[in-house]
Nanobody, 115 residues
Framework: QVQLVESGGGLVQSGGSLRLSCAASGSIFTTSGWGWYRQLPGKQRELVGTENRFGNTDYADSVKGRFTISRDNAKNTVYLQMNSLKPTDTAVYYC?????????WGQGTQVTVSS
């Protein structure tokens, strides 16, 4: 059973930065696609950034140049570094991993950006 535990959300002022973490229960990120989605209030979940198992990354246009995904294989952890945050980035952020054909999600962490 794969478990993903997120941390790092919170309240930040517009223009500020946050780093979200997503720790896995095993060494799964090295051979899997993974990434981050977010769900804005009243909206469907949307892609933020992903990395496939070949190491290719992709980002939503709305976050390109501001957000960066990365991973630390030794810690079985992936990250979402968010800079130049805007109030429109306010959402619940979810990490996911596509492991052996199954999608696993973190519990979600709230990010609130005040103007």
């Amino acid at each position: 059973q794969v478990q993903l535990v997120e941390s790092g959300g919170g309240l930040v002022q517009s223009g500020g930065s946050l780093r979200l973490s997503c720790a896995a229960s095993g060494s799964i990120f090295t051979t899997s696609g993974w990434g981050w989605y977010r769900q804005l209030p009243g909206k469907q979940r949307e892609l933020v950034g992903t990395e496939n198992r070949f190491g290719n990354t992709d980002y939503a246009d709305s976050v390109k140049g501001r957000f960066t995904i990365s991973r630390d294989n030794a810690k079985n952890t992936v990250y979402l570094q968010m800079n130049s945050l805007k109030p429109t980035d306010t959402a619940v952020y979810y990490c996911y991993v596509d492991y052996r054909g199954n999608i696993y999600w973190g519990q979600g962490t709230q990010v609130t950006v005040s103007s």
